[in-house]
């Protein structure tokens, strides 16, 4: 028989776990991965794109959110850097550079934060330039970086240009001055930094038209594949000009 103190104890032990146990939401579906994942009701957990889902009461998602803004604004600025070094394609003289930061933006959430620096472009010109699905570079028309990246989940987006919808790659043109320089300047809210890392980039010779199905900004000009950037890079000057 029990004494009374262990009694007490074991009763509350029961019902402590009886009440942890309707604080869960069991087999919730990650929206970005498609797996289910243990949650906790009325709070959060950061989703297979690297966004904070909101978790309520019984047990559904609410919209895209960050319930803890400190530690997501935290996790946004410290989230490591990317970058894309542009190589030319056969009988091309195109290359860059792109760096890929986090951005934190109030009430919006953790965005990317794109700049980049190109040269050797078609002057005068405007030249799509895009994300594609793969991060291989080994055939030197740029065919082997297969299509545009669509998004993490493969859905069927259209193709379109920023600020409508979009696949996660179109990132629209680049303006080209006469000399054959251009400057990339943009903060984007679909993708996301873990999304985007090791998959490939082309910059193309026409202007993309934001038409089905891929903008028709003609032949690839230049390629490259996303990836960590170093703390110390070792030459900027070897890059930027």
């Not at 690297?50 to 410290?78: M, Y």
């Not at 965005?111 to 405007?126: A, D, E, I, N, R």
Request: with cysteine.
């Amino acid at each position: 028989m029990l004494t009374k103190p262990v009694s007490v104890l074991f009763v509350l032990a029961v019902l402590l776990s009886t009440a942890c146990a309707f604080d869960y939401c069991y087999g919730t579906v990650d929206p970005c991965s498609g797996r289910r994942v243990v949650t906790l009701k009325y709070g959060e957990f950061v989703d297979g794109c690297g966004k904070v889902q909101t978790v309520l009461g019984d047990c559904t998602l609410k919209q895209i959110g960050f319930v803890n803004t400190i530690q997501a604004r935290r996790a946004c600025w410290r989230s490591h850097p990317l970058v894309c070094n542009f190589h030319p394609t056969v009988n091309s003289t195109a290359r860059g550079r792109v760096i890929f930061r986090g951005l934190w933006v109030p009430r919006k959430g953790c965005h990317v934060y794109v700049t980049g620096q190109f040269w050797g472009l078609t002057p005068g010109t405007s030249q799509g330039w895009h994300i594609h699905a793969y991060g291989d570079i080994t055939k030197n028309n740029g065919k082997s970086t297969g299509g545009h990246f669509t998004n993490p989940r493969m859905e069927k987006t259209g193709h379109g240009l920023p600020g409508g919808r979009r696949h996660w790659g179109d990132l629209g043109n680049l303006d080209v001055r006469r000399d054959g320089v251009a400057h990339a300047r943009l903060v984007d809210d679909q993708i996301t930094l873990q999304g985007i890392l090791g998959r490939g980039m082309i910059i193309h010779a026409k202007q993309d038209q934001g038409t089905q199905p891929t903008g028709a900004a003609g032949a690839r000009m230049a390629q490259c594949v996303i990836g960590y950037r170093s703390p110390k890079p070792w030459s900027v000057l070897h890059v930027e000009r």
